[in-house]
């Protein structure tokens, strides 16, 4: 599996950005989106399960994000919206087998990882 995780940027407060995740090679489950900033640990963010289309957010975030997939284009995509300057972070995707969502904000119960996406949001 290859996950290219692509669409940060530099955006001011208040902003917009949308974050693509493109996966290849096996099917999986549920796709995570995580988030890192500098000095804290890997973050929850939101997650989707392939088939059914389910999804779950950290508070941080609900109302904010939107997660959503594309399945003939094997993509998923978060949407941000009113971006905070704490939104800032290198932000990761994340592919999980036989993973539900109740266990989806939980790093290590991911299988693969994508390469990471710089979101920076100004005050």
């Known amino acids: 599996v290859q996950l290219q995780a692509f669409g940060g940027g530099l955006v001011q407060a208040g902003g917009s950005l949308r974050l693509s995740c493109a996966a290849s090679g096996r099917t999986f489950s549920t796709l995570g989106w995580f988030r890192q900033a500098p000095g804290k640990e890997r973050e929850f963010v939101a997650a989707?399960?392939?088939?059914?289309?389910?999804?779950y957010y950290a508070d941080s975030v609900k109302g904010r994000f939107t997660i959503s997939r594309d399945n003939a284009k094997n993509t998923v995509y978060l949407q941000m919206n009113s971006l905070k300057p704490d939104d800032t972070a290198v932000y990761y995707c994340?592919?999980?087998?036989?993973?539900?969502?109740?266990?989806?904000?939980?790093?290590?119960?991911?299988?693969?990882w994508g390469q990471g996406t710089q979101v920076t949001v100004s005050s």
């Open positions: 989707i399960t392939w088939n059914s289309g389910r999804t």
């Open positions: 994340a592919a999980g087998f036989g993973l539900s969502l109740y266990y989806s904000g939980t790093p290590g119960n991911y299988n693969y």
